[in-house]
């Protein structure tokens, strides 16, 4: 996949996150009709919480030298971060506004720049490319646990 495909695909998935939560009540979102997994509401936080970081990671790799990418615990962000009571609306808004900056400075990268490196705490080195097609699968990855809590939910 060429990269601006890849950003093509990066730029599609607030919409694609919108779609599958569009319609859904604040009981539908809170629900855990899965054991042991998270509700939708949660899984919205944490595709939001982790939007900002990815950018970081990506900007980071742009303008310094292999610089350190820390990693992060979901569950630990899930429990401290009040997912509980967060506004979706906020939360989707975050991420368009975050998508559309990055699409920004990434459009008007040259091809080089894609191969950049940072040094993740946890996976060692990650080029842009590689954080790009991780936060771009991010959301699709958890539409799909979406779609099975509305299986699920019988929605």
């Known amino acids: 996949m060429s990269h601006q495909q890849l950003l093509e695909e990066y730029a599609q998935g607030a919409d ?6 569009a319609g859904m009540t604040p009981q539908q979102l809170d629900a855990r009709p899965i054991p042991g997994k998270w509700s939708t509401r949660q899984v ?4 939001t919480d982790f939007e900002p970081i ?13 610089p350190t990418l820390m ?9 401290g971060l009040g997912y509980e009571v967060r506004d979706l609306e906020n939360e ?6 975050t998508r559309r900056q990055l699409l920004t400075i990434l459009n008007n990268c040259d091809e080089a720049a894609f191969q950049r490196t940072g040094r993740h705490s946890r996976d060692g080195d990650l080029t842009i490319e590689t954080l790009l097609k991780r936060i771009t699968g991010h959301i699709p990855h958890h539409i ?4 099975e809590k509305k299986q699920a939910l019988e929605i």
């Open 16 to 21: 694609l996150l919108a779609s599958a939560i």
């Open 44 to 47: 919205v936080c944490h595709l």
């Open 92 to 97: 989707l808004n975050i991420i368009h506004t």
């Open 144 to 147: 799909k646990t979406i779609e």
């Open 54 to 66: 990815y950018a970081d990671r990506i900007k980071r790799a742009l303008v310094e030298e292999n």
């Open 71 to 79: 990693g992060g615990d979901p569950d630990v962000f899930a429990s």
